[in-house]
């Protein structure tokens, strides 16, 4: 239970980190969608690479094994793991910047894109994956917490835009998945670096075909690059591989959707945007079911109706 609960902790900090992307990002959109998520993911590579070096470093230091692949199977592995992690990454934050592009709404791409929430122990089901009542009954309370602070006006007419952003959350609970599937058998920091080296790559092969991206542009948005690179990919996107090793990844998810609330509250104390009494209500039912989900009510009642017996 402690393992579980440390490694929801450090979701919950790579949702902070995330979240106040947002901030980030608004602070500078001179960028084509697959321009900027190329040169965060070079950032977020050329960052990676001493950090593994010098884990590798304090491992041999202290008699530990390399967390190198220690043989063309293991090789193999994570060759697999960083081709599935980083496509799926990949097509999931494009599919998101394409909806932007077509006119959706920040405050809908940020619910449907969360709905990742649900959609996660959904698909969980396909594998066998059963969640607890408890957890279950925690997805429906996010649920509602990310329709009040995302959707003020409600729904209105369902758009073109709305399905692009549908498979934008299909496509990120299919990358929780396969990070929970492959983290626990490789080293963390090694496959993060492994999976943005996908991301830099076909982001640049799409940003040539699609964009024309001009050093002048990439330097004028220098600041929310160096954040969203380093911090947002490198140590996010780190922090989640970290975070996922043996966790229920409709946990997991359920801890990474409070990115919303780190970035609604990111926007209210950073760039003075004001916050609504519905949206501190959606901000405070997401919280209370990312904490209700790490009490151990299974044991609390199982402990009572003991006793009571």
Known sequence: MKSQTGNALLLVFCALIWGL?????????????YTFLACRSWLAVAALWPTVRGFDAVRRRRGLPSGAPAS?????????AALACGTLLFTASAAQQ???TMNASTAKASFITAMYVVLVPVLGLLFGRRGSTQLWICM???????????MQGGFGQVESSDLVLLLCAFLFA??????GHYSPRLDGV???????????????????????????????NAWPLLYCGLLSSGVGYTLQI??????????ASLAMCLESVFGALGGWVILGQSLSGREVLGCGLIFAAV???QLPLADWVRCRVGRGA
Request: proline content about 3%.
């Open 72 to 80: 063309p199977a293991d090789r193999q592995l994570l060759g697999r």
């Open 174 to 179: 299919f990358q929780i998945m396969a990070v």
């Open 291 to 293: 904490v209700l989900a």
């Open 98 to 100: 394409i909806a932007i």
């Open 21 to 33: 992307a947002f901030v980030a990002q608004s602070a500078g959109a001179g960028l084509g969608a």
């Open 242 to 251: 970290v975070g996922q090793k043996n966790l229920d990844p409709s946990i």
């Open 190 to 220: 090694r496959l993060s670096f492994a999976q943005f080296f996908v991301v830099a790559a076909e982001s640049t092969v799409a940003a040539f075909l699609f964009e024309a991206p001009t050093w002048a542009d990439i330097a004028a």
């Open 140 to 150: 429906a309370i996010s649920v509602g917490g990310l329709y009040l602070l995302c």
